[in-house]
């Protein structure tokens, strides 16, 4: 009799924590569904182009003519390759030297003033859309350009510029968590030793977060390599490779944006385009992965 | 150079780079501000765009904004916690696991106009949501999920194990333990982390182009019936929303007053996220003291 008793209370309990499981699993296994389906739908579309319209896979990656109207149709898209690689990669140089400063000031140098200003400005940074940035990008720095360099201002100099204000946050916040992870016992070592601050930094802090700081400055790059709009607003979008910065030019975001729209899906020029999107995530593994290497160095 | 000038040149170069950021975000929000906010009136917020003659407004892109928004966290946040549940209490330690924690790490890679073209094909085509509020929310589900998984994870990692312990010895179920002991501890944090991510929703655009759509029917605001095509609520309709609406305007615009209606248009997106972010930052610090009983 009591045994029973118990058991229909420890019912409820049981069904309960059923619940709780099969929920969370249901949500997981959304979550993983939807990655295989993203990776499996973009995949089946960008390779068509291959297989089924059979453009060659060299000829898509060396290429330099992009023309989906043309007679016959060429589809060269190492203009937009090469656009997204110099925009993303030139935005990483501008901002990683940006970025370390403002972590060693928050870390190192003032660190109440910097948690209490510098910190929410960052993180206000960080919020601001993209569409937002373009727009400034389009109304402030392409018109400055435009007066200063030969060209009419757009290109991978704005491009990259702006990108450089939107991946600040990612690196900054990256550095500061390494810095602030640091052990103190490092730095008192080399206080102790009679080093100066600057001396410190640069050759105790700076030597062994380098792991970290690569990290961040591979996340910049793979948020600025997958930015679009922003980008696309003030490059310019010619599909070639441009002979200077200040040249029109366009990044594989950007001639997904424009393109996408105008044209039909099935077609070879719409195919091309998911070729693109192939590229666009085949570099985001990558990343990905370089970030997974570098932060297994950084347990050494 | 002595050590010491070295030092000194150094510090100065890093406080300067320190207080150029701060003059960038303050430049920045100055000109959004000064540009934007001349143009914001009640009819600028209140009416349709003009395609070609003067004076239109955002009336409509920012219903849908916030429309958009509350549907994207209705959907996103029940998988989110579950999931987030799920990676912190119950996957156990094994490859399977670090497994699902590289995919999602994938996923909060993806690029989001990758993520918008995801939707173009599957929610879009294949489903047969057309372009709509729906499959727009869809997308930026997918957009997000992974963000609140990670602000779920690390909420319940704050939770002292002492009061976890103390809930499974008094004989609690687990997810009871989660649900009604770990959830309000690590309230805060979640809060915080869920009002960020949907500033971010916010300004999303890229992901939206090709699921909700560049374009808006005219919406009746007088019709609140949420099956009929033109009534604002109704979620199967296309929606072009403020931050689309701005790129639109940039790139195409027409009407004479297009750069005035993108700057306007911007400075509300802008005050918008930062309601949003101080607001996550009030709310968290609200909480945290009246559940520590800090002062």
Redesign the interface.
């Known amino acids: 009799m009591a045994q029973s008793l118990e058991r229909q209370k420890a019912k409820p309990h049981i069904a309960e924590e059923w619940v709780g499981k099969v929920y969370t699993l249901l949500c997981i296994a959304f979550l993983i569904t939807t990655i295989v389906s993203i990776v499996y739908f973009v995949a089946s579309k960008g390779l068509s182009t291959f297989f089924v319209n059979h453009v060659s896979l060299t000829n898509l990656v060396t290429g330099l003519k992009w023309s989906p109207d043309g007679q016959p149709p060429v589809f060269g898209a190492l203009p937009f390759i090469f656009g997204s690689f110099s925009t993303s990669i030139l935005a990483a140089v501008i901002a990683a030297p940006l970025s370390f400063c403002a972590a060693v000031f928050m870390i190192e140098i003032a660190p109440k003033f910097g948690r209490r200003y510098l910190q929410p400005v960052i993180e206000l940074l960080a919020g601001i859309p993209s569409v937002v940035y373009g727009f400034v990008g389009l109304s402030v720095i392409v018109p400055f350009f435009r007066d200063v360099f030969p060209g009419q201002g757009v290109g991978i100099a704005a491009g990259a510029l702006v990108l450089s204000v939107m991946i600040l946050p990612t690196i900054t916040t990256i550095a500061t968590d390494a810095l602030a992870a640091l052990p103190k016992g490092l730095k008192e070592g080399s206080y102790a030793l009679g080093s100066t601050r600057w001396q410190t930094i640069y050759r105790i802090v700076l030597p062994t977060t380098l792991p970290a700081l690569m990290t961040g400055i591979v996340l910049g790059i793979a948020r600025a390599f997958g930015e679009a709009l922003a980008v696309q607003m003030v490059i310019g979008n010619a599909p070639h490779i441009p002979h200077s910065l200040f040249e029109s030019a366009s990044t594989l975001t950007s001639a997904i944006t424009l393109s996408m729209g105008n044209t039909a899906m099935g077609s070879v020029a719409n195919n091309a385009l998911w070729s693109l999107a192939l590229i666009l995530m085949f570099m985001t593994f990558v990343f990905v992965f370089i970030v997974r290497w570098l932060e297994g160095r950084k347990k050494l | 150079m002595s050590?010491?000038t070295?030092?000194k040149?150094?510090?100065a170069?890093?406080?300067g780079?320190?207080a150029?950021?701060?003059l960038?975000?303050a430049g920045?929000?100055g000109?959004?501000l000064y540009?934007g906010v001349g143009h914001i009136s009640f009819h600028f917020l209140t009416s349709a765009p003009e395609t070609i003659r003067k004076g239109g407004g955002i009336g409509p892109q920012l219903f849908n904004s916030v429309f958009l928004l509350v549907l994207t966290m209705i959907i996103t946040i029940?998988?989110?916690?579950?999931?987030g549940?799920?990676?912190s209490?119950?996957?156990p330690a094994n490859k399977i696991t670090s497994g699902?924690r590289?995919?999602?790490?994938?996923?909060s890679?993806?690029?989001?106009?990758?993520?918008g073209?995801?939707g173009?094909?599957?929610i879009v085509?294949l489903f047969g949501f057309g372009f709509s509020l729906f499959s727009g929310a869809l997308a930026l589900t997918?957009f997000n999920?992974?963000l609140m998984?990670r602000i779920t994870e690390q909420g319940l990692k704050g939770v002292p194990r002492e009061q976890k312990e103390a809930s499974l010895a008094l004989g609690l179920?687990?997810?009871?333990t989660?649900?009604s002991v770990m959830l309000p501890i690590a309230m805060p944090v979640i809060l915080t982390g869920t009002i960020?991510a949907a500033?971010?929703v916010?300004?999303?655009?890229?992901a939206l182009?090709?699921t909700a759509g560049?374009s808006s029917p005219r919406l009746d605001f007088t019709n609140w019936n949420p099956l009929s095509p033109f009534s604002p609520l109704n979620p199967f309709r296309p929606a072009e929303t403020l931050?689309?609406h701005?790129?639109k305007i940039?790139?195409e615009g027409l009407a004479p007053d297009a750069?005035q209606i993108?700057?306007g248009a911007?400075a509300v997106?802008?005050i918008t996220?930062?309601v949003?972010?101080f607001a996550a930052?009030w709310l968290g610090r609200y909480m945290y003291r009246k559940f520590t009983a800090i002062k």
């Open positions: 050590a010491k070295a030092d040149i150094a510090t170069v890093i406080v780079v320190a150029f950021i701060v960038v975000l920045l929000l000109f959004i540009r029940p998988i989110g916690l579950g999931a549940i799920y990676m209490e119950y996957a699902i590289l995919i999602v790490e994938v996923l890679s993806v690029p989001s106009i990758v993520v073209l995801f173009l094909l599957v085509n997918v999920l992974p998984v179920s687990k997810w009871k989660i649900t960020l500033g971010r916010f300004g999303e655009a890229a182009l090709f560049m931050a689309v701005i790129w940039n790139s750069a993108a700057a911007s997106l802008v996220v930062l949003f972010n930052r």
